[in-house]
């Protein structure tokens, strides 16, 4: 029989929220609640997804489109359906859990964020809080059209305004970064520009680039100061 930590529960809390995830986000995670601040090696990762598949808890598989595998949490556990892992989206929710276990890392609470109440809003990838710091973390793999950029930065300078939103960080493929700087240079006010940060994490292929440092935008500095 599987004894089940807090750690374990919650894990399966986080995987219900970015609901896929691959190994390196499940060390990144797991590190996390351990309290280290850095991934655990990745025999202990797939030791652990073993032992909670082995429970009936998280279920993974390997689709031949990834390198690796990917794990969700069961209907048993989370009472949600296994994920499609054929959607053209799978890729972006992949790496939207790279960000948010890295997040969890550097000491930040992660959420959803809220559904958008009209056609005007923009529902981020995710929220993440360390005290009063709050950031909306958009992972940008595609470059989008100017007008859709224009859309959203329009809602991003409003939650800045009047949210209590601090900051919009953007982690981007190369060229997705390229674009969203320029345009967030003609559609964001220059006194908020400074609070729109994009960086280069991503290769086309979805891998995360930037090593094991964590999280580049909000370590490079102290939420207090933003």
């Not at 209907?75 to 929710?93: C, D, M, S, W, Y």
Request: overall charge neutral; charged content about 25%; glycine content about 6%.
């Amino acid at each position: 029989m599987v004894q089940i930590t807090d750690r374990d529960e919650q894990m399966v809390d986080w995987l219900s929220t970015v609901r896929i995830a691959d190994i390196d986000a499940i060390r990144w995670a797991l590190g996390a609640y351990l309290g280290t601040g850095q991934p655990v090696a990745v025999r202990r990762a797939n030791h652990w997804v073993s032992r909670l598949a082995q429970a009936g808890l998280v279920d993974r598989a390997r689709p031949t489109f990834r390198d690796s595998s990917i794990v969700w949490a069961t209907h048993q556990a989370i009472g949600k359906p296994a994920p499609n892992l054929f959607r053209q989206t799978t890729r972006h929710e992949v790496a939207v859990s790279t960000v948010s276990a890295r997040y969890l890392a550097a000491g930040f609470t992660w959420k959803r964020d809220r559904k958008p109440s009209g056609i005007l809003e923009h529902q981020a990838d995710g929220v993440a809080q360390k005290g009063e710091h709050v950031e909306l973390v958009e992972v940008e793999l595609t470059p989008k059209t100017w007008q859709r950029y224009k859309q959203i930065f329009d809602n991003h300078i409003y939650r800045l305004d009047r949210e209590g939103i601090t900051q919009i960080s953007y982690y981007c493929t190369a060229d997705a970064e390229r674009i969203v700087n320029r345009e967030a240079d003609k559609y964001v006010f220059r006194t908020e520009r400074h609070r729109l940060l994009a960086v280069a994490a991503f290769d086309v292929q979805g891998h995360w680039i930037s090593g094991d440092d964590g999280i580049e935008l909000a370590q490079s500095k102290e939420p207090s100061k933003l």
